[in-house]
């Protein structure tokens, strides 16, 4: 069975920080990766797709990398409207799984 | 304006089924899969399937098969996820999401989600 995990399944951090979460895949799936932003009581947006790839209007301190199985997004500068959760999604065929999410607070 | 559209919240009884729909603008409506994603309360996001708007091929995921339905009306540019023999486990936020470009692509446009709760 396919699996996807996060890290740190929650972290809390001050404004300005860097922070980085993973996510790590069972099988490879090259760069189809995505990852998504869900503000609280919102719609998920898509931050970043084939692992490195900013979406149209996204803010350059998100950025992503990695490929096969290991993958990491990175927020060069926290913000306060940086506060959600965030989601890893392979692509690569069905099932369109899902990581568990990483809670992002501000200390 | 390129949106998609969620019908509005439901309430059912266990055992029953529901029926949700998704209305795409701004965009040619068979150029692009839709996925239907869920999320119950507090947890994470749980993808449930896909549909071609074009041919209305569909692929479902394996925990769902036998229970949903995705179905796609081309004229009115509208696509349909029908969930029979609810549990109250099944009370979630559901959401349509188009992928962005081609089947294997991410989802770059999602509905704005539709409540749906199972209780007696």
């Known amino acids: 069975d396919f699996q996807m995990t996060q890290s740190p399944s929650s972290l809390s951090a001050s404004v300005g920080d860097r922070i980085t979460i993973t996510c790590q895949t069972s099988q490879g799936i090259g760069s189809y990766l995505a990852w998504y932003q869900q503000k609280p009581g919102q719609v998920p947006k898509l931050l970043i797709y084939?692992?490195?790839t900013l979406q149209s209007g996204v803010p350059p301190r998100f950025s992503g990398t990695g490929s096969g199985t290991d993958f990491t997004l990175t927020i060069t500068t926290l913000l306060p409207e940086d506060v959600g959760t965030y989601y890893c999604?392979?692509?690569?065929?069905?099932?369109?799984?899902f990581g568990p999410g990483t809670k992002v607070h501000i200390k | 304006q390129v949106e998609l559209v969620q019908s509005g919240a439901e309430v059912k009884k266990p055992g029953a089924s529901v029926k949700v729909s998704c209305k795409a603008s701004g965009y040619t409506f068979t150029t692009h899969y839709i996925h239907w994603v869920r999320q119950a309360p507090g947890e994470g996001l749980e993808w449930m399937g896909i549909i071609n708007p074009r041919g209305g091929d569909t692929n479902y995921a394996q925990r769902f098969r036998g229970r949903v339905t995705m179905t796609r009306d081309t004229s009115a540019s509208t696509v349909y996820m029908e969930l029979s023999g609810l549990r109250s486990d099944d009370t979630a936020v559901y959401f349509c999401a188009k992928a962005r470009s081609e089947i294997h692509s991410s989802f770059d446009l999602w509905g704005q989600g539709t409540m749906v709760v199972v209780s007696s």
């Open positions: 999604q392979k692509y690569i065929g069905a099932p369109f799984t």
């Open positions: 084939g692992a490195s």
